[in-house]
């Protein structure tokens, strides 16, 4: 034991047994904390499950609970029954865990969790009661979308999508702050789980309303539509206000500036 | 038994002539005596040589001119293709986002001029361009014939064709905008439906005439498409005709400087400066719009799809023009009587109706407004510089700021969005905002005119900077001033003083009285010769500030 007693007064063994202690916690950390990317992989779906379960109650069950019951003063709600999907849909585009619970749970740059966590988080979800899972690429994939399947996914889109979320998904407003978001780079599984889920505002669109085939259809008209050529500048996509805003800031500004110049020129008769 | 007028041998008159020669009319003379023997072309062509003062701010309202040459130009190019009718077919053109969508003749034949004719999307384009400039055009140049006084008399009648010009400029734009049948028109159809059912007692009876019975029908879109290429352009024609012809017989006004007086008219002639000015303008005019057409996308009726009363979009606005009466609708309160089974929509009628109203009647009766106010009967040729008339400038920006925040509600969604702010919050705050901002501008730009007024009478009596910094033996620093040309003070002084009418002069009404004396109140008087000679003499004499001599002064 000489060796330990001898270098203790070292000018490095501070921050050497610094660093050793970190390791030890990390080293452990690794070793028995929950769902790590590896452990999930292959197992049982009760192994999956009881991972989603712990995840739940480091990450989510401050506001909805220990078993997910939902808390009401917080504004929280039970997600007995809103199926992997939702959980899916939230956690992937970073509107859950929330930054804020007073404000709007919008989508935010990416998501704290690895795929694994968020299929242990959805299959925990998943167990407790009945809701959408998440879909399969069949269920969601617009390649097989034929063209006239898209011009009548712009029809559907129009009549159930556009008031909120704008004439080709470019979003709009909603009262107290809320917003419907800009949908043209939505990845479609993500269009179809907050068709069936209803994310915030959104209301449901439940399989009996517009079935699998015709959500397709409205995501390959999405997609199209926002492929498709502009006719020039597209000025956003807002509309009217746009145009006009262009009208008198390029048209009639660029005309008074040509008119102070011709009335400037040299008029000698 | 007068006395016969002696004639000075030096007359013209007394000299003997002989007429020319007749040559015969030449070669190219032919042609022309042929027209002038049947029309009076000689007589037409005397004009030629108008005289037209130089400003860039009088070409504003020819930017409107050629927008409407331009709409009518693209305009006969759209009818030629164009179907206006209701009647309901399966799409089957080109652009495969629509294919088998069921829709109306006319937007099926929009789709078809913007996707299956040659140059159709951009003549679309550009005739909608021109018609947001056309009405914004029409809107800078009624701006300053306002601000500059030019429709004081002899010109009231001119303003009050002008003001017919752009109310009818709406309605013209407005029918275009709802001729394609797509979902913004029928949104647009539906908003003004809403705006004639809420004119109390006769609403619905006007709805059923326009409409033919219920919204939307099967008639709406062929009778705006009579009022929009025949009845309104006719109008228009007329009216612009008779605005020039006054615009020729009551000739230019123009800014006051050395030798414009109100009895004369300095410029260059029409033929042959203004014909090069004016030509070249038009085509940078219509360079310009077509350079927006073809670079700029402008309602893409393909992406709204067909009208269809279930459907409606997000940033369902008009076009700017109507902007303000869609805020207006946007803001107000709900406010709606329920009286014996009957409606009273006062939140429609009071923001819809009422306002356009309110504004183009203000438009039209300024103007006599001003003149009971002032007492002034005289004529106007010589514009106002807009600080000299303190009160209509401002009054004039007070109502530019209330159109202005009008204007900002009817896009409160996308202010929302774009801004990341609550929809809500921007509703309540225009809802203050369109009562007070109008009253802080008219009160900071009746200051900013008064401090305007201050510095042009301190640079008449004390001159110009010279830019160059004097440093005295004594170490001060003053800065010495050149006096301004006489021509420059000639055009700093010669505009009229406001006076408040004389008290009970004619028996005058109390109103009348305390308006008049509230508007020439606080103007600043233009400087009198003794104070301009005063000055002049005490500048002579530059003193360098910091000399302690006895004799130093502050020069200014």
């Known amino acids: 034991m000489r060796f330990l007693t001898s270098g203790r007064r070292h000018k490095a063994a501070r921050p050497l047994l610094l660093l050793l202690s970190l390791f030890l916690v990390g080293a452990v950390y690794a070793a028995v904390s929950p769902a790590t990317s590896s452990s999930a992989e292959g197992v049982a779906d009760a192994q999956l499950v009881a991972a989603g379960k712990n995840l739940f109650a480091v990450n989510c069950a401050s506001c909805h609970g220990l078993n997910a019951e939902g808390l009401?003063?917080?504004?929280?709600?039970?997600?007995?029954?809103?199926?992997?999907?939702?959980?899916?849909?939230?956690?992937?585009?970073?509107?859950?865990?929330?930054?804020?619970?007073?404000?709007?749970?919008?989508?935010?740059?990416?998501?704290?969790?690895?795929?694994?966590?968020?299929?242990?988080?959805?299959?925990?979800?998943?167990?407790?009661?009945?809701?959408?899972?998440?879909?399969?690429?069949?269920?969601?994939?617009?390649?097989?979308?034929?063209?006239?399947?898209?011009?009548?996914?712009?029809?559907?889109?129009?009549?159930?999508?556009?008031?909120?979320?704008?004439?080709?998904?470019?979003?709009?407003?909603?009262?107290?702050?809320v917003v419907a978001p800009r949908i043209e780079n939505t990845p479609p599984e993500q269009v179809w789980e907050a068709l069936r889920t209803g994310p915030g505002q959104m209301p449901v669109f439940a399989a009996?309303?517009?079935?699998?085939?015709?959500?397709?259809?409205?995501?390959?008209?999405?997609?199209?539509?926002?492929?498709?050529?502009?006719?020039?500048?597209?000025?956003?996509?807002?509309?009217?206000?746009?145009?006009?805003?262009?009208?008198?800031?390029?048209g009639i500004g660029s005309l008074v500036l040509f008119a102070i110049w011709i009335a400037t020129r040299g008029t000698r008769a | 038994m007068a006395k016969p007028a002696e004639l000075s041998p030096a007359s013209p008159a007394m000299e003997v002539r002989t007429p020319p020669k007749d040559p015969g009319p030449s070669k190219l003379a032919g042609p022309a005596t042929w027209v002038d023997e049947r029309i009076g072309l000689a007589k037409l062509m005397s004009n030629i040589r108008k005289v037209f003062p130089d400003h860039w701010s009088f070409l504003l309202g020819e930017i409107a001119l050629y927008s409407f040459v331009i709409l009518l130009l693209t305009g006969v190019f759209l009818t030629i293709w164009f179907k206006p009718s209701m009647a309901e077919v399966d799409y089957a053109g080109s652009y495969e986002l629509l294919r088998h969508v069921r829709m109306s003749?006319?937007?099926?034949?929009?789709?078809?001029?913007?996707?299956?004719?040659?140059?159709?999307?951009?003549?679309?384009?550009i005739h909608h361009w021109s018609a947001m400039l056309f009405v914004a055009a029409m809107t800078v140049h009624m701006l300053r014939v306002f601000f500059t006084g030019a429709?004081?008399?002899?010109?009231?009648?001119?303003?009050?064709?002008?003001?017919?010009?752009?109310?009818?400029?709406?309605?013209?734009?407005?029918?275009?905008?709802?001729?394609?049948?797509?979902?913004?028109?029928?949104?647009?159809?539906?908003?003004?439906?809403?705006?004639?059912?809420?004119?109390?007692?006769?609403?619905?009876?006007?709805?059923?005439?326009?409409?033919?019975?219920?919204?939307?029908?099967?008639?709406?879109?062929?009778?705006?498409y009579m009022v929009h290429i025949l009845l309104v352009p006719g109008l228009l024609l007329g009216l612009i005709s008779a605005h020039m012809a006054l615009l020729v017989y009551h000739k230019h006004t123009h800014w006051p400087a050395p030798g414009r007086t109100n009895h004369n008219i300095q410029g260059y002639p029409f033929f042959p400066i203004y014909v090069a000015k004016a030509g070249g303008f038009f085509f940078i005019v219509f360079g310009i719009t077509i350079l927006m057409g073809a670079l700029i996308q402008i309602n893409p009726v393909w992406l709204y799809g067909p009208y269809n009363p279930s459907q409606v979009t997000a940033g369902s606005q008009p076009d700017w023009y109507m902007g303000f009466v869609e805020g207006a609708i946007r803001i107000i309160p709900n406010w709606e009587w329920h009286v014996l089974g009957t409606t009273w929509s006062w939140n429609i009628f009071l923001p819809g109706v009422a306002l356009m109203g309110l504004l183009f009647t203000a438009l039209a009766v300024y103007p006599f407004i001003e003149a009971w106010i002032t007492g002034d009967k005289s004529e106007h040729h010589l514009l106002d510089r807009p600080r000299n008339a303190p009160n209509r400038t401002a009054f004039g920006v007070a109502g530019m700021a209330a159109y202005g925040m009008l204007w900002l509600a009817g896009g409160n969604d996308i202010i929302a969005t774009q801004f990341q702010v609550s929809l809500n919050n921007v509703t309540y705050f225009m809802r203050v905002a369109v009562f007070v901002v109008p009253v802080l501008a008219f009160i900071v730009t009746k200051r900013i005119c008064l401090s305007?007024?201050?510095?042009?009478?301190?640079?008449?009596?004390?001159?110009?900077?010279?830019?160059?910094?004097?440093?005295?033996?004594?170490?001060?620093?003053?800065?010495?001033?050149?006096?301004?040309?006489?021509?420059?003070?000639?055009?700093?002084?010669?505009?009229?003083?406001?006076?408040?009418?004389p008290p009970n002069g004619e028996k005058l009404g109390r109103t009348r009285q305390r308006l008049s004396r509230w508007y020439a109140d606080g103007q600043v008087p233009t400087p009198t010769v003794e104070e301009i000679e005063a000055a002049a003499h005490h500048s002579d004499a530059p003193a360098l500030e910091g000399s302690d001599t006895a004799e130093s002064g502050v020069s200014h």
Request: charged share 15%.
């Open chain 1, 72 to 177: 009401a003063q917080q504004g929280a709600p039970n997600l007995t029954n809103v199926g992997a999907a939702a959980v899916d849909f939230q956690v992937r585009t970073r509107r859950m865990p929330m930054a804020n619970p007073l404000t709007q749970a919008v989508p935010g740059s990416k998501t704290i969790f690895t795929d694994d966590e968020i299929k242990a988080l959805a299959a925990y979800v998943a167990s407790l009661g009945n809701g959408p899972a998440i879909p399969d690429q069949n269920q969601y994939d617009p390649s097989n979308v034929s063209a006239e399947g898209a011009a009548r996914g712009g029809d559907l889109f129009r009549t159930n999508c556009s008031a909120c979320h704008n004439f080709k998904g470019a979003g709009g407003a909603l009262p107290n702050g």
């Open chain 1, 208 to 250: 009996g309303a517009i079935p699998d085939q015709d959500v397709q259809k409205v995501i390959a008209y999405i997609k199209q539509v926002n492929a498709a050529p502009s006719a020039g500048l597209s000025l956003g996509g807002l509309g009217p206000v746009a145009e006009g805003f262009w009208a008198w800031v390029a």
């Open chain 2, 105 to 125: 003749e006319a937007f099926s034949s929009t789709l078809s001029i913007s996707f299956d004719i040659r140059g159709g999307l951009l003549v679309r384009q």
């Open chain 2, 151 to 224: 429709f004081r008399k002899p010109r009231e009648l001119n303003w009050l064709i002008g003001v017919g010009l752009l109310s009818i400029g709406l309605v013209e734009g407005f029918a275009g905008y709802s001729l394609p049948d797509d979902l913004l028109s029928g949104t647009g159809l539906r908003f003004v439906d809403g705006l004639i059912r809420s004119i109390p007692l006769i609403g619905t009876w006007a709805e059923f005439f326009v409409f033919a019975g219920e919204f939307p029908g099967t008639l709406v879109i062929p009778r705006l």
């Open chain 2, 452 to 501: 305007l007024q201050r510095a042009d009478k301190d640079r008449v009596l004390h001159g110009s900077e010279t830019n160059i910094i004097v440093r005295s033996p004594d170490g001060g620093y003053s800065e010495a001033h050149v006096p301004i040309s006489q021509g420059e003070a000639y055009s700093l002084t010669r505009h009229p003083q406001l006076d408040a009418l």
